[in-house]
């Protein structure tokens, strides 16, 4: 089993930065991808961003040049720098860990980030 804790969520005006971070434990594997998921009401969960633990790292296009992923893999930590924010990045952010080796997906509680005048 792993668990994932988020943290960093919160109240932002357009145009303020927040960071988000993720800590794993449990049974963890070297190889393994951690990222980011968010949700938005009415909208189907969607890919932030994602870094393997061997550097590779995929974005959607929306937050492309606004938001950084990064990881401290002695920590089994992945973070989430997100500036520039928008009203429409307003979401539930889910911390995401998968083993590349295996198909098993695990899932953060989630955090709340709400941009907004």
């Known amino acids: 089993q792993v668990h994932l804790v988020e943290s960093g969520g919160g109240l932002v005006q357009p145009g303020e930065s927040l960071r988000l971070s993720c800590a794993a434990s449990g049974s963890l594997v070297v190889i393994n991808s951690m990222g980011w998921y968010r949700q938005a009401p009415g909208k189907e969960r969607e890919l932030v961003a994602s870094m393997s633990s061997l550097g590779s790292t995929t974005y959607a296009d929306s937050v492309k040049g606004r938001f950084t992923i990064s990881r401290d893999n002695a920590k089994n930590t992945v973070y989430l720098q997100m500036n520039s924010l928008k009203p429409e990045d307003t979401a539930v952010y889910y911390c995401?860990?998968?083993?590349?080796?295996?198909?098993?997906?695990?899932w953060g509680l989630g955090t709340q980030v709400t941009v907004s005048s």
């Open positions: 995401h860990y998968t083993k590349l080796l295996g198909s098993r997906d695990y």
